[in-house]
């Protein structure tokens, strides 16, 4: 059985940082790019970053260029998203999403066909 868990969320204040962490269990980790999505109250679902665990390859949009990082630890299955400066607008639930053999221009252009998806962590930034 395929899982995927996040964890890191909380409450912080306007810039200030989180670190995010997606678990990945029951998967071939190497295949799939893991991508973090978040989804605010009344919003839609927007791509935030990916990475593809196969070459390294990373996205941001740009709204969180610069502040974000994301990172692969393959041994560990675990993707991190390293959330630095935040802002009030970054308060929404984060979610991780797998799509084997994806790539991380999927996000770029909308494409993103997740095969699988964690249950979310909430993130809540204080101005």
């Known amino acids: 059985e395929v899982q995927l868990v996040e964890s890191g969320g909380g409450l912080v204040q306007a810039g200030g940082s989180l670190r995010l962490s997606c678990d990945a269990s029951g998967l071939k980790f190497e295949d799939y790019a893991i991508g973090w999505f978040r989804q605010a109250p009344g919003k839609e679902r927007e791509g935030v970053s990916s990475?593809?665990?196969?070459?390294?390859?990373?996205y941001y949009i740009d709204s969180v260029k610069g502040r974000f990082t994301i990172s692969s630890d393959n041994a560990k299955n675990t993707v991190y998203l390293q959330m630095n400066s935040l802002k009030p607008e970054d308060t929404a639930v984060y979610y991780c999403?797998?799509?084997?053999?994806?790539?991380?221009?999927?996000?770029?252009?909308?494409?993103?066909?997740?095969?699988?998806w964690g249950q979310g962590t909430q993130v809540t930034v204080s101005s």
């Open positions: 999403s797998a799509e084997r053999f994806g790539t991380t221009a999927a996000m770029y252009y909308g494409r993103w066909e997740a095969d699988y």
């Open positions: 990475i593809n665990n196969a070459d390294g390859s990373t």
